[in-house]
C-alpha cells in the first residue's frame, strides 16, 4: 500500500517538477506578430505566431476521418493554396467517425496556435464548446464540406461543395428521367444518422409527394452504414425481395459501388437501374458498361481551394466575413457569401458515361 | 545478511509495472522533444478527462481479466448508460433520480455478461461480441439519430471542476479509484481470490473459492465501472449520441494489456494499467499535438506495445526466479 | 478402437450443433420472408464467407496451438494495398502473380509475428496487438496508400466474385475457399505436422518430451495464418471491387475468433476442427444475410444482430449438451 502511494507520489513530484522548469508556453522566437492575433487569449494558451511562420497563415484541416479518400482532394485543395502564399498547412484527423474524437485534436491546435481551423465536423452539435475556446483564443474556424446546422453562432464560416438542396432535386429529377417516370426503387443510404444522407432522401420524399412523381414508387429505404459488405447484402436483399425492383438510389458513395456490383452480379444491367453520389473514378467503368445510367458529385478539389483563399483572404487581407461580402477566389474567379456565412465550392457536377473521362478524383 | 538486503530491494524495485514505469518517463520526455507545447501541466491535465472514463472501465477490466474473463461490450455498454440517462432525463425525470438509475443500469449490463457466462459456460468473448452490438443498437434504437443535450448546469462539466484550481474531478476520482482497487487486490482475501480464480481455476474451487461467484462479482464491477464512465461521459459533452465511444473497447485492451497484465489470467496490476493509461494518454496528447498521421500513431503504439512486453516479460521471469 | 469411435462422435456432435442453428434460423427466415428460399439467396450467403473463413483457419490453427493472433485484418489490408497497388500501375498484370504476391506477403507478415512470439517467449496477444498495429500503420508509410479505385481492379478478378461468370452458378471465390478448407482440414488431419499442432495444444511439455519441436511448430502456424490472410487478400479486393487502405480487414479478426470458437474451436487449446469452423463462418454469414432480408429497420439491425448472436449461441450449446447427455447415457 505504502509502495503503491510512494510511486504516485514520485511520479506527481517528477512530472510537477519537469513542468516547473518549463518556460512559458509558446515563447519562441516571435518575428513577427501575424496581424489579425488579438492579445484577447488567455495567457495560458499559445496566441503567438508559430515561431517561424512570419506570414501567419497556418491552416489545420481536421476531415471527418483518416483515410475516408473523400477528403483528399479538399486537403490538396487547401494545402496547394496555403503552401503557394508561403503558410504552413497540416491535416490531422480521427479513425472513428466519433463526434468526441475531434475535440482533442482541436484543443491540440489551440495549444499550438494555429490561425485557421478547418473541420469537416461528425457533429451538429458536440463541438460547440470547443470551438467557442477556439475563437476566443483568436483562431478563425470553418466548417467544410458540412456544417453544423443550428450551431451556425460557433463558427466563422462553412465551406460546402455545391449547394447540397440543389444536388437533392437535381438527383431525384435526374432519377425520375432514368426511370421514365414510373417504377418501384429503394433508397441505400449510410448510417441512420448521417445529416447528409438523411437531408437528401428529405428531399426526395418531399418532391415523390408531386403529382408528376406519382408513377414513382419508393419501397424502402435502407442502411448501409456506409460499409462495403453491409451495402452489398442489403443491395442484394433489395433486388431478392422486390420481384419489382427498377432502381437503386443510393446517396452515397458506399451504397452506390454496392449497389452497382449487386446489379452486375444478378446480371440485372438495364433491368435495375443505378444512380447517385459517386466519384468519377469509382463509377467510370460502371458508367460505360451500363451498369449505372449516372452519378452526381461536386468538385471537392475545388471547394478545398475556394476554403483556402478564404483563409487567405481573413488572415492577410484582413477580410470580414458576412453575407453578400465577396473575395477572390483564385482561379475560379469570385466567390460570394452567402446567408449564415456558407460559401458554395461550385455547382453540381454531373457524371455520364460520356463526360467520366474528363475527371481524376 | 547484505546480499539479501539488496536482492530484497532489488526486487521491490524491478517489478513489471516497471516497464512501463520506464515507459512513462520516456513518453513525458519524448513529448517535450517532439513539442514545445507540450509541457503545459494544465493543457494535459485537459486532455486527460476526455481518456479518463475509459481508463476507469480499464482499472474494472483489468481485475476481469486477471481472473481470466474479458468483456468486449464495455464501451457499447458506456454509450448504452449514457443514453438512456438522457432520455429519461428528456422524459422529465429529474437528474438526481437518473445518476442512481445510470449506475444501477451499468450494474444490470455488467450482470447480464456475467450471468450469461457463469450460466451457460460459452466463453466470454463470444457472449461479450453479441452484447457489444446489442447494447449499441439498443442504444440506436432509443436516441435515435439526433443527440440529446440540455443537461442542467450542476452536472455538466464534470472535467471543469477542478481540485484545488488543477486536477480536473474525474483524474481524481481515477487516481482514487486505482489506490483503492489496487489495496483491494493485493491486500484482501477478495483479491486473492480474484487471482486464484484466473491462474488456476480447478485448485480454487478445491479451496473453496466459488468460482462463479467471483466471475459474478467481477462482471458487476465492471458494469457499475462502465455505469460511473457513461455519466460522467455525459456530464462532459453535455449531450448524449449513440455513436459515440466506437472502438474504445480496444484502447482499454490495450491499456490493459500494457499494465502488464496477462491476457490468459492470474497476473496483473491496476498500478500497471492507471500507468500504462499515462503513457497512453501523454502519448496522444503529444502526437495529437505535432499533428502526426493517425497510421504513424499507430505504429508508435504497436512498437510500444511489443517493447514494453518484452520488458515486462523479463522482469516477470526475474521475480519468478527469486 | 472404442476410443477412437467416441471421439469422432464427440466431435461431430459438435458441429451437429452448430449445423442446427444455422437451420433454425434459415427455416425462420424463410417463415418471414418467403424470398429468402432462393438459390439467389443461398448464393449471396456463401459469398459472405471466402475472406472470412480463410482468416478464421488460420485463426483456428492458432488457437489449437494455443496463440492468438490479432494482427490478420490487418495483414490482409496490407496485402490488399500491395496488390491493388500493382492493379493501379498495370491493370493487365497476370492475376496469378499477384495472388502469389500478396501470399508471400502475408507469410513474411505471418513469420514477423512468429518470430517475435517464439524468439522473444512473448504472449502473442499482446505482440499481434503491437503488430496489428504497426502493419496497419506501415500501409502508408511504405506506400502511403491512397484508395484504389474500382476503374483499376481488373475484371476477371472480379468476375472471381460473381454468380453468373462461374459454370456452376457458385462463384470461383466460394469454390477456392472452400478447397483451401479442405486442404487444410487434410492437413490436420493426416499430415504428422498437422497434428502435432494438436499435441503442442493440448498439452506443450508433454508434446515437447515426445520430441516435438513446439517453437517450429507455432512458427509455422503463424506462417500458414499469414498466408491464408494474404491470399485472401485478393479474393477481399474481388468482392469488394477497390481498395481501402485504411479499412481494409478491419475488425475482422474479432469476426475471424468468433466464427472459429463458434465452430468448437476451444480457447484453451487443443480441440477444433475445421469443419466447425466453416460452420461458424456459414453461421454468421445466415444471420447477417436473414437480418437485411427480413426487414428489420435499420435502427434495430444492431441491436437484433447482437441477440441472435447470443441467443444462437446459447441454443447451439443446449443442443450439444443434450446430445453429449444423449450419447453417454
Known amino acids: ?89 497540416e491535416m490531422t484527423a480521427a479513425d472513428v467517425v466519433d463526434p468526441t474524437a475531434q475535440i482533442p485534436l482541436i484543443k491540440a491546435q489551440i495549444q499550438k496556435g494555429v490561425d485557421v481551423i478547418c473541420i469537416s465536423p ?115 436483399a433489395a433486388i431478392q425481395k422486390y420481384d419489382t425492383l427498377k432502381g437503386l438510389l443510393c446517396p452515397t458513395t458506399v451504397a452506390y459501388i454496392a449497389a452497382c456490383q449487386a446489379v452486375q452480379n444478378a446480371g440485372l444491367e438495364g433491368k435495375v437501374l443505378v444512380y447517385g453520389t459517386e466519384f468519377p473514378n469509382q463509377a467510370n467503368e460502371f458508367l460505360k458498361s451500363g451498369v449505372s445510367q449516372g452519378a452526381i458529385l461536386w468538385d471537392t478539389y475545388r471547394m478545398g481551394v475556394v476554403a483556402g483563399e478564404l483563409c487567405k483572404a481573413i488572415v492577410f487581407d484582413g477580410f470580414e466575413i458576412k453575407e453578400g461580402a465577396t473575395f477572390n477566389a483564385g482561379k475560379y474567379g469570385e466567390a460570394v457569401i452567402s446567408a449564415k456565412n456558407i460559401i458554395y465550392g461550385g455547382p453540381p457536377l454531373e457524371l455520364t458515361a460520356d463526360n467520366v473521362d474528363d475527371y481524376n478524383f | 545478511m547484505e546480499n539479501t538486503k539488496k536482492n530484497s530491494v532489488a526486487k521491490k524495485i524491478l517489478r513489471p509495472e516497471l516497464s512501463i514505469f520506464i515507459f512513462f518517463i520516456i513518453s513525458i520526455v519524448a513529448g517535450t522533444l517532439i513539442s514545445p507545447d507540450f509541457l503545459d501541466l494544465k493543457y494535459i491535465l ?54 442512481p438509475i445510470g449506475l444501477l443500469l451499468g450494474l444490470v449490463l455488467g450482470l447480464f455478461n456475467g450471468i450469461l457466462v457463469t450460466v451457460t459456460k460459452i466463453p466470454s468473448l463470444i457472449i461479450t461480441l453479441g452484447s457489444m452490438s446489442m447494447y449499441r443498437g439498443l442504444a440506436q434504437v432509443l436516441i435515435g439519430d439526433g443527440s440529446i443535450s440540455g443537461f442542467p448546469e450542476w452536472f455538466v462539466g464534470i472535467d471543469r471542476m477542478l481540485l484545488f484550481g488543477v486536477v480536473p474531478m474525474p483524474i481524481v476520482i481515477f487516481v482514487l479509484l486505482t489506490v483503492i482497487m489496487e489495496i483491494i487486490l493485493k491486500k484482501t482475501f477478495f483479491g486473492r481470490k480474484v487471482v486464484a480464480v484466473g491462474s488456476q481455476p480447478q485448485v480454487a474451487v478445491y479451496s473453496a473459492v466459488h468460482v462463479d461467484r467471483v466471475k459474478l462479482v467481477l462482471f458487476g464491477l465492471l458494469g457499475l465501472s462502465e455505469g460511473i464512465a457513461g455519466l460522467m461521459s455525459l456530464s462532459r459533452l453535455g449531450l448524449a449520441k449513440y455513436s459515440i465511444g466506437v472502438g474504445g473497447e480496444l484502447d482499454i485492451i490495450t491499456m490493459v494489456l500494457l499494465g502488464g497484465t496477462a491476457f490468459s489470467g492470474g497476473r496483473g496490476s491496476l498500478t500497471g494499467t492507471a500507468l500504462a493509461f499515462l503513457v497512453i494518454v501523454l502519448l496522444k496528447t503529444s502526437m495529437t499535438l505535432v499533428n502526426l498521421r493517425r497510421m504513424d500513431q499507430l505504429l508508435v503504439i504497436g512498437l510500444m506495445l511489443i517493447i514494453v512486453i518484452i520488458l515486462t516479460d523479463k522482469l516477470n521471469k526475474y521475480q519468478d526466479q527469486s | 478402437m472404442k476410443a477412437k469411435e467416441k471421439r469422432l462422435s464427440g466431435m461431430a456432435l459438435r458441429e451437429v450443433g452448430v449445423v442446427a442453428i444455422i437451420l433454425i434460423i434459415y427455416v425462420i427466415g424463410c417463415l418471414i420472408e418467403p424470398r429468402f428460399f432462393s438459390f439467389d439467396v443461398l448464393v449471396n450467403i456463401l459469398l459472405f464467407t471466402p475472406v472470412l473463413l480463410l482468416i478464421s483457419l488460420g485463426e483456428m490453427m492458432e488457437i489449437i496451438s494455443q496463440n492468438l493472433d490479432v494482427s490478420v485484418g490487418s495483414i490482409m489490408g496490407f496485402a490488399a494495398t500491395v496488390g491493388g497497388a500493382i492493379f493501379r500501375y498495370d491493370k493487365s498484370f497476370p492475376i496469378i502473380v499477384v495472388f502469389l504476391v500478396t501470399t508471400g506477403i502475408g507469410v513474411v507478415l505471418g513469420l514477423i509475428n512468429g518470430l517475435l512470439v517464439t524468439r522473444f517467449k512473448l504472449p502473442s496477444v499482446i505482440v499481434t496487438l503491437g503488430t496489428m498495429n504497426i502493419y496497419r500503420g506501415l500501409i502508408f508509410i511504405l506506400m502511403n496508400a491512397k484508395q484504389i479505385d474500382n476503374m483499376y481492379i481488373p475484371q476477371n478478378l472480379i468476375a472471381l466474385s460473381q454468380p ?81 487502405p485504411v479499412t481494409a480487414g478491419s475488425g475482422m479478426e474479432f469476426t475471424a475468433v468468433a466464427a472459429a470458437v463458434i465452430g468448437g474451436t476451444s480457447m484453451a487449446g487443443g480441440v477444433g476442427t475445421t469443419l466447425g469452423t466453416v460452420l461458424g463462418c456459414l453461421l454468421l454469414g445466415v444471420i447477417y444475410n436473414s437480418i437485411s432480408y427480413i426487414g428489420i429497420s435499420g435502427y434495430w439491425q444492431d441491436a437484433i444482430y447482437g441477440a441472435i448472436i447470443i441467443i444462437a449461441v446459447i441454443i447451439e450449446k443446449l443442443i450439444k449438451t443434450r446430445l453429449v447427455k444423449g450419447q453417454e447415457a
Open chain 2, 46 to 99: 485537459s486532455t486527460m478527462p476526455l481518456y479518463t472514463e475509459l481508463g476507469i472501465i480499464a482499472l474494472a477490466f483489468t481485475y476481469l481479466m486477471i481472473a481470466g474473463e474479458i468483456d468486449l461490450s464495455v464501451a457499447s455498454a458506456l454509450t448504452l448508460v449514457s443514453c438512456v440517462s438522457a432520455v429519461l432525463y428528456q422524459s422529465g425525470m429529474s437528474m438526481e433520480a437518473v445518476i
Open chain 3, 164 to 244: 453468373m461468370k462461374s459454370v456452376i452458378g457458385i462463384p470461383y471465390t466460394v469454390i477456392i475457399a472452400f478447397a483451401a478448407a479442405a486442404l487444410v482440414a487434410l492437413f490436420l488431419r493426416r499430415f504428422k505436422t498437422g497434428r502435432e499442432i494438436y499435441a503442442i495444444g493440448c498439452n506443450r511439455e508433454a508434446a515437447e518430451l515426445r520430441g516435438i519441436n513446439a517453437t517450429r511448430i507455432s512458427m509455422l502456424v503463424f506462417i500458414i495464418a499469414g498466408g491464408l490472410s494474404g491470399f485472401a487478400a485478393m479474393l477481399f479486393i474481388s468482392r469488394v471491387g477497390y481498395v481501402n
Open chain 1, 122 to 236: 461528425t457533429s451538429v452539435d458536440a463541438l460547440n464548446d470547443v470551438c467557442d475556446e477556439a475563437r476566443a483564443a483568436g483562431i478563425t474556424v470553418i466548417m467544410l464540406n458540412d456544417d453544423i446546422t443550428g450551431n451556425e453562432s460557433h463558427r466563422d464560416a462553412c465551406v460546402i461543395g455545391t449547394n447540397y438542396e440543389e444536388v437533392g432535386y437535381r438527383s431525384i429529377e435526374v432519377f425520375k428521367d432514368i426511370m421514365n417516370g414510373e417504377g418501384d426503387f429503394v433508397v441505400i443510404s449510410a448510417t441512420t444518422d448521417s445529416p447528409f444522407q438523411n437531408r437528401q432522401i428529405e428531399i426526395y420524399k418531399e418532391m415523390l409527394a408531386k403529382p408528376e412523381y406519382s408513377k414513382l414508387n419508393l419501397l424502402e429505404v435502407v442502411y448501409g452504414n456506409d460499409e462495403p459488405e453491409k451495402s452489398l447484402t442489403e443491395a442484394q
Open chain 1, 1 to 89: 500500500m505504502k509502495r503503491v502511494v510512494i510511486a504516485f507520489v514520485i511520479c506527481l513530484a517528477l512530472v510537477m517538477s519537469l513542468v516547473g522548469c518549463t518556460k512559458a508556453p509558446g515563447s519562441g522566437p516571435v518575428e513577427s506578430q501575424a496581424p489579425e492575433q488579438p492579445s484577447a487569449a488567455p495567457a495560458e494558451t499559445s496566441a503567438a505566431a508559430e515561431p517561424g511562420d512570419a506570414k501567419g497563415l497556418h491552416v489545420v484541416y481536421i476531415p471527418i476521418q483518416t483515410g475516408n479518400p473523400y477528403f483528399d482532394p479538399i486537403s490538396q485543395g487547401l494545402q496547394d493554396v496555403v503552401e503557394a502564399a508561403g503558410g504552413t498547412y
